[in-house]
């Protein structure tokens, strides 16, 4: 059974920082892409940043320069380090993970940005 663990979620002033991590296990193929979207109350999810297996990125304009993806191949983990974080940030983040034939999304965790 495959697991998708997240965690680092949190609440932080504005300009400060937060790191999150996923963890995947139980997949019986390679994992390919990994990423974090996100979703504020009454908007869409919408794309965070995305790494491949290779570690080529890509992330949204609203994120870029404040937000790094990476992740641990042997681990099957990927992490996102949150700098600069503006109240606009504020949603629930959730990780995904796809194979060849499946996609696996976690159950989402609440990052607030707020004085």
């Known amino acids: 059974q495959v697991q998708v663990a997240e965690s680092g979620g949190g609440l932080v002033h504005p300009g400060g920082s937060l790191r999150l991590s996923c963890a995947v296990s139980?997949?019986?193929?390679?994992?390919?892409?990994m990423g974090w979207y996100r979703q504020a109350p009454g908007k869409q999810r919408e794309l965070v940043a995305r790494?491949?297996?290779?570690?080529?990125?890509n992330y949204a304009d609203s994120v870029k320069g404040r937000f790094t993806i990476s992740r641990d191949n042997a681990k099957n983990t990927v992490y996102l380090q949150m700098n600069s974080l503006k109240p606009e940030d504020t949603a629930v983040y959730y990780c995904?993970?796809?194979?060849?034939?499946?996609?696996?999304w976690g159950q989402g965790t609440q990052v607030t940005v707020s004085s």
């Open positions: 995904y993970a796809g194979d060849l034939y499946n996609e696996y």
């Open positions: 139980g997949t019986r193929f390679t994992i390919s892409a």
């Open positions: 790494i491949t297996r290779s570690k080529s990125t």
